[in-house]
């Protein structure tokens, strides 16, 4: 059949660059192995000349694809399935980069984007490395590409093309029947990206934390040479400034992830150990384990095999940490994880395509990895190192044990599972990592290599150790951190911990001073230190004295042994209503849409009891994009430099408006009466003419008849009063019901049947007046985390530029 | 001994500590009818909503916006209901499969913890090429 209006060329194209993309990584893989393996020199340049010129061809293909894609997103080919699933028309063009790396497709792209950019600067820059290494490099992208290559051989489907058609995944709906099905609706618009994404983070965040992911395989590819071609210390030197590069790099990557996480998702926080985010961050801590090591190595000789161990084991993890994410293996204990592909073998093989090679390799050289067979010298600053290094990797390890229960059940047959709380298992453990961590970090730097004098390094350390406990023991006293949810053992070890990390921020800025007497271009490892310790102190603070400011005092269940544990945490707001928020008032005025009833904002107006500052706070709803009912909500805060005050809407009933249905159920009743409604019951206590009442003054002119009524609600001791009335106007009769909002009630008073019987009207609905169920907290020191993490990343710069100094001359 | 061994002998301790620190914690996955057994210890369901109930998700946030009522089934079609001290989960209505963690109380399914809901979040079943057929046929 010739369908009508499809554009195949570019799709055609692009199917073209991605066969290209996986040759020339093959070939490039072998040209680079050929030139590294050859003796001769003449015969290893030809080979090292092929080589470049294949990945030249891989790195052009890959842009190309990336190009192709764009085109096809923002020209809105909804013929292909790609298009078709990840975008719509009516998205901003910055969220159409956003649509490509929705789908894993995309990611992969983006991977090796990042592998082919980094193949490019290390073509230039490696030299005598430049073959096994740009070897390594095509190896990654060889097997990175047959993911999304999307062939058949020998009925097994490898890969997933990005470019296929809707028609070739989805060719026995009968909608394909016809030669013009691209005029239908459904396909004159996509699904549309997630509304979560559509969030400018996620326009940068997933190509920083690849970038991060594919910057770990530089140090792997230089290790794997370094075995390779048994010349096991002669990169050292090369690979340090990108290892400082990739660790600077994934962790930003990272805490954008977490700062995304904090400005646009509802689990009030920048990080709940989900295994995604989990499996992120075991790479980093790995790799900045071999990052200390890797330093050691280069000034005093020892820590290579660790070195080594840590740097394969970084981007093994890094692939793993894929295979998590995507295979849908995680979905019962992730909220972020994907569904299967269909693809989870070919995902679970990239594991073992880099793992089980390069630990073959590892092992068979180890002996020969030199040593020093001497050890140590306890007083010195290698010595320390590495023990931080070994704490890290253990830390990973109680990071990455967990996240992989799952895998082992399944492996296994096992049945483990963390339990109800998730958060605090991983907690308890790494309070007590930031306390050793803290503590190396503020102390390590002031001793030598090899050999310390021991009095002029108490020495150094006496001004800030006094400083520090100044500090440390103010904070503990007037800060009021007191987060007994746990018991007194976690409270201490968080002050323990805040200590060690208050001391690392003081110490590591005594050294810039003392240590290096002010000369900030060596100065990069103190900065990148005191960035740490500030994040550390932030993420102290900010949970251990996160406040719900909305506690629900309304609640008369609120009390009890389980309090603690059971979350209070949202208040119900009617529209116009002051409520108390401890040390606010919260008033929510009104909503308002934009972009056609896409978004609805709620206007929360916030009033400072203590200083008397207003201010709005509008968190919102999304509506959730096509073939998805429902909606998303967006949180907002009030950021200060001190804390942030961070709300999200869960409810409104303005989503769900529609027709008042209900009806006025009619009894008759005499005096102390009793009327069931669905969650309490109400007593006629007394009818009277122009009776005194809450609502109305009535003046002689008027004829009012007024029935008053208590309102007994089944979980409130609080009893509320209601006055519906009637009044003569003319000679007709008007009916004024009252309503308790809060009971959802309209009460009408119909009319007297006898002077003892009265016809009430009961109404139940949740319609009567707007209202929100809103949560609002208070992270204090939020802004240490995200400052520490900027000085952190500064100082990573600081030292790759001085690395790299250091190699020019 | 040498100082390394001895700083690894303390590392693998660590480890073993920390091993047994998140055993101690463990819960296991049940069905509807095995976790009334265990009553009182946390356990691990995975259920789905009981479509005999309608509606099967019950949230008042007029009366109560900390108190989410919802009927599920096991694959074993026993049913429960279960008690989530919190807000309803936003896209709960749409999910296809839950993961409850909680402790059987008599006949209901108390979660205190707010983690102890996991619904797949809608973006996830994007991918799904079931859901894409779907949509493909509808309108």
Redesign the interface.
């Known amino acids: 059949m010739n369908y009508i209006g499809e554009h195949l060329l570019p799709g055609q194209l692009g199917f073209f660059f991605l066969i290209l993309s996986f040759v020339a990584a093959g070939m490039a893989c072998f040209a680079y192995g050929k030139a590294a393996q050859t003796e001769h020199l003449e015969d290893s340049k030809s080979w090292r000349k092929l080589g470049r010129v294949f990945f030249i061809i891989d790195a052009v293909s890959i842009f190309s694809i990336f190009v192709i894609i764009y085109t096809l997103i923002s020209k809105h080919y909804f013929e292909y399935?790609y298009v078709w699933?990840?975008s719509d028309k009516s998205l901003d063009p910055k969220y159409l980069l956003s649509s490509i790396w929705?789908?894993?497709e995309g990611s992969f792209l983006l991977w090796m984007f990042w592998h082919a950019v980094l193949g490019l600067i290390l073509m230039k820059t490696s030299k005598k490395w430049e073959a096994p290494v740009l070897s390594v490099v095509s190896f990654a992208q060889f097997i990175l590409a047959s993911t999304i290559i999307g062939i058949y051989i020998f009925d097994v489907k490898i890969g997933s093309n990005p470019f296929l058609l809707?028609r070739d995944?989805?060719g026995d709906?009968?909608?394909f029947q016809r030669a013009d099905y691209l005029t239908l609706?459904?396909f004159q618009d996509g699904?549309g990206l997630?509304q979560?994404?559509q969030n400018y983070w996620m326009v940068i965040h997933p190509p920083i934390l690849f970038l991060g992911f594919a910057s770990t395989l530089v140090p792997f590819a230089y290790a794997i040479a370094g075995l390779w071609k048994k010349d096991y210390g002669g990169w050292s030197k090369d690979a340090l400034p990108w290892v400082s590069f990739s660790a600077g790099i994934l962790g930003l990557g990272i805490m954008m992830g977490a700062k995304w996480a904090y400005e646009s998702l509802?689990f009030?926080g920048y990080w709940?150990w989900d295994p995604v985010e989990n499996a992120s961050l075991v790479p980093w801590l790995i790799l900045v384990a071999g990052l200390h090591t890797h330093v050691v190595y280069n000034s005093t000789g020892h820590s290579l095999r660790a070195t080594y161990l840590f740097y394969i084991l970084s981007f093994v993890l890094v692939l793993y940490s894929t295979y998590l994410t995507r295979s849908g293996d995680l979905?019962?204990?992730?909220?972020?994880?994907?569904?299967n592909?269909g693809m989870n073998w070919q995902l679970r093989l990239l594991v073992f395509v880099f793992l089980i090679p390069s630990f073959v390799l590892f092992f068979m050289r180890y002996k020969k990895i030199p040593h020093i067979a001497k050890?140590?010298n306890?007083w010195s600053r290698e010595?320390w190192m590495?023990?931080g290094a070994?704490v890290l990797f253990?830390s990973a390890?109680?990071v990455i044990?967990?996240t992989s229960f799952p895998i082992f059940n399944k492996v296994f047959g096992t049945?483990?599972?963390?339990?109800?709380?998730?958060?605090?298992?991983y907690n308890?453990?790494q309070v007590f990592v930031a306390v050793i961590i803290g503590l190396l970090t503020a102390i390590t730097q002031f001793m030598k290599y090899k050999q310390t004098d021991k009095g002029a390094t108490l020495k150094s350390l006496l001004w800030p150790t006094v400083l520090t406990v100044a500090i440390s023991t103010a904070s503990s006293v007037f800060g009021a951190i007191n987060y007994d949810k746990y018991g007194i053992g976690f409270l201490i070890a968080i002050h323990l911990a805040l200590w060690a990390s208050i001391y690392a921020v003081i110490a590591n800025a005594a050294y810039i001073w003392v240590g290096l007497k002010g000369k900030m271009k060596a100065a990069g490892a103190s900065v990148a230190h005191i960035g740490f310790g500030m994040f550390l102190v932030g993420v102290l603070i900010s949970s251990a004295k996160k406040e719900v400011l909305s506690i629900?005092h309304l609640?008369p269940?609120n009390f009890g042994g389980?309090t603690k544990?059971?979350?209070?945490?949202?208040?119900?707001m009617f529209q116009g209503i002051k409520t108390d928020m401890g040390s606010h008032w919260a008033t929510y005025e009104k909503d308002s849409t934009t972009m056609g009833g896409k978004y609805m904002f709620f206007h929360i107006a916030m009033e400072n009891k203590k200083s008397g500052e207003k201010f709005t706070l509008y968190p919102d709803l999304i509506k959730?994009s096509k073939?998805?009912?429902?909606?998303?909500?967006n949180p907002d805060s009030k950021h200060y430099l001190t804390h942030d005050i961070f709300s999200y809407v869960?409810?409104a009933?303005k989503t769900k408006e529609g027709e008042d249905t209900a009806q006025f159920r009619v009894e008759t009743v005499k005096y102390k009466d009793t009327l069931y409604y669905s969650?309490g019951f109400m007593i006629l206590d007394t009818v009277g003419f122009r009776l005194e009442n809450n609502r109305v003054e009535f003046t002689e002119k008027d004829t009012a008849i007024v029935a008053k009524l208590t309102v007994v609600?089944f979980?409130s001791s609080k009893k509320l009063t209601a006055y519906p009335y009637l009044t003569f106007n003319n000679n007709s009769i008007e009916y004024v019901p009252d309503t308790v909002i809060?009971?959802?009630l309209a009460i009408q008073f119909k009319r007297p049947t006898d002077l003892t019987h009265f016809d009430i009207g009961v109404k139940e609905s949740?319609n009567l007046t707007p209202?929100?169920?809103l949560?609002v907290l208070k992270f204090p020191l939020i802004n240490f985390v995200w400052l520490g993490i900027v000085i952190m990343i500064v100082g990573f710069v600081m030292t790759v530029r001085r690395r790299m100094r250091l190699i020019n001359n | 001994m040498?100082?390394?061994h001895l700083?690894l002998l303390v590392?693998i301790a660590?480890?073993i500590t920390?091993?047994l620190?998140?055993m101690g914690?463990?819960?296991?996955?049940e069905t509807l009818a095995t976790a009334k057994l265990k009553e009182g210890k946390?356990v691990?369901v995975?259920a789905k909503l009981d479509t005999n109930y309608k509606p099967a998700i019950i949230?008042?946030?007029?009366?109560?916006?900390?108190t989410t009522t919802i009927y599920v089934k096991d694959s074993l079609g026993n049913a429960a209901k279960v008690v989530y001290?919190?807000?309803?989960p936003?896209?709960m209505?749409?999910s296809e499969?839950i993961?409850l963690?909680?402790?059987m109380k008599g006949d209901v399914f108390d979660?205190?913890?707010?983690?102890?809901i996991?619904i797949?979040?809608?973006?996830?079943?994007?991918?799904?090429?079931k859901?894409?057929?779907n949509?493909?046929?509808?309108?």
């Open positions: 399935y699933n990840h929705e789908g894993q809707t995944n989805f709906l009968p909608v609706p459904r699904n997630n979560l994404l509802n009030g709940a979905q019962d204990t992730s909220v972020h994880a994907f569904t592909l050890e140590e306890s010595f590495f023990i070994l253990l390890l109680a044990v967990p049945n483990w599972n963390i339990g109800e709380d998730k958060e605090f298992p308890r453990i629900n609640n269940l389980e544990e059971k979350g209070e945490e949202n208040l119900t959730n073939g998805q009912e429902g909606y998303s909500n869960n409810y009933n969650s609600p979980n809060s009971q959802g949740s209202f929100i169920a949560k | 040498k100082k390394l700083v590392a660590a480890v920390i091993l620190s998140f914690d463990l819960s296991t996955y946390t691990t995975i949230y008042n946030p007029l009366k109560d916006p900390n001290h919190f807000e309803k936003m896209d209505e749409k499969r993961v963690k909680g402790k979660i205190t913890s707010k983690d102890g996991l797949k979040c809608p973006s996830k079943y994007k991918d799904d090429p859901a894409a057929s949509n493909l046929t509808q309108n």
